[in-house]
Structure formats: structure tokens, C-alpha cells
């Protein structure tokens, strides 16, 4: 069965760095793009942009672009999310996401928690 | 950039009630147009794609309509495991999400 599986949450304070990752199985890694997703506590979803994990392009948002990276480890079936100078208001839960259907997101990783704090 | 304006923000229905929650978009996004549902704690489930397609395993109680900057999800007949927040997502240009739509049973 299709799985996206996240790495544990993260405590940083603010000025350092994280990397998340997204570990894929049950389907063919570089046939279907990778989105990232942010939702701050209690907020809706704000997507973050994606990658294309044939050819290793990303995509940013317009709101993402600067202190976010996207990356693979495509051997491994992995993408992972860079995000450096965090800020305060990066604290949020960060989801990727399988481009499915015309490139939707569809089969979701469980969310990883990044908390920046002093 | 496409904004997705969704409502309402808030729903409160009995069980057995149909339900129905709305997006509309900028602009015509020719119904590429998904549905995701949210409970507490999860990540989002994908529930429709495409205006109308319903996604493998989920109930036929769920439905989807819509064409052009308008789009509706309904749920037929509510039952206690919707409770939820739903989300709709355009993906005709680039990616954006509503705002959301929290649903609780009265």
C-alpha cells in the first residue's frame, strides 16, 4: 500500500536550521511529484510548492522562496524539506503529499511538527 | 495567483442531515477542483478529484458538483465519523486551498 512516512517532530530556536523528511513506499518514487504543505496551529493549509522527483526541479511558492529547500534522496525514495533562519511563524505542521491525480496531492504523510521557540 | 473563497467557515448539522459546503474560485479553474477531509490530529484524506470523482474507499454519501468558479461538496446523509474540517483545493493553476469548512454534529 501506498505510505508516506515523516520524520519526528523538531523543538528549534530561532536562527537555526531543520530538515524534514518524507520516506515513500508501495509505488514508483520518480513517477509522481512530491508537494509540501504548511499549516500553522490551528490555521488551514498553505501549499508550500512541490518537486519533481524524476528530474530533482522544484517549485516555490511565492511565500517560500529564500529560506526554503527541497530536496531528494531519490535512491532511498525520499524527499525532504530544508528550512533555514527559522522564524517564529514557521512553527506550524509541515505535510508532504504524492502528486497524483493531474498532479494533486493525493496519498498524505502524517505531518511533522516544527515548534521554534527562544 | 487563483484564490479559493469557501463557505461557510462553520457547520453545525444533525445526523442524517444533507450537507453541503462551497468554493468558489477567481477564476474559471474548468473543475480541476478537489476535496479533502481533515479530522483532528490527521493529515488530510483526499475524498474527491476533479469536480466529481469519487477517491477509491471513500463513502457514496460524499459527492461533489460544479463547473466553471463554483463548486459544491455534498454529503447526503451526515453521519458521526464526519466530523471534520473540509478543504477544497484548485489545481488548474499552480495549487491553492480554501480556507476550510469545520464541521460538527448538533
Known amino acids: ?118 | 495567483d487563483i484564490q479559493m473563497t469557501q463557505s461557510p467557515s462553520f457547520l453545525s448539522a444533525s445526523v442524517g442531515d444533507r450537507v453541503t459546503i462551497n468554493c468558489k474560485a477567481s477564476q474559471n479553474i474548468n473543475k480541476y477542483l478537489n476535496w479533502y477531509q481533515q479530522k483532528l490530529g490527521e493529515a488530510p484524506k483526499l475524498l474527491i478529484y476533479n469536480t466529481n470523482n469519487l477517491q477509491t474507499g471513500i463513502p457514496s454519501r460524499f459527492s461533489g458538483s460544479g463547473s466553471g468558479t463554483d463548486y459544491t461538496l455534498t454529503i447526503s446523509s451526515l453521519q458521526p465519523e464526519d466530523v471534520a474540517t473540509y478543504f477544497c483545493l484548485q489545481h488548474s493553476s499552480r495549487f491553492t486551498f480554501g480556507s476550510g469548512t469545520k464541521l460538527e454534529i448538533k
Open chain 1, 1 to 118: 500500500q501506498i505510505q508516506l512516512v515523516q520524520s519526528g517532530p523538531e523543538l528549534k530556536k530561532p536562527g537555526e536550521s531543520v530538515k524534514i523528511s518524507c520516506k515513500a513506499s508501495g509505488y514508483t518514487f520518480t513517477d509522481y511529484a512530491m508537494h509540501w504543505v504548511k499549516q500553522a496551529p490551528g490555521k488551514g493549509l498553505k501549499w508550500m510548492g512541490w518537486i519533481n522527483t524524476y528530474t530533482g526541479k522544484p517549485t516555490y511558492a511565492d511565500d517560500f522562496k529564500g529560506r526554503f529547500v527541497f530536496s531528494l534522496e531519490a535512491s532511498a525514495s525520499t524527499a525532504n524539506l530544508q528550512i533555514s533562519n527559522l522564524k517564529n511563524e514557521d512553527t506550524a505542521t509541515y505535510f508532504c503529499a504524492r502528486g497524483g491525480f493531474y498532479g494533486s496531492p493525493d496519498y498524505w504523510g502524517q505531518g511533522v511538527m516544527v515548534t521554534v521557540s527562544s
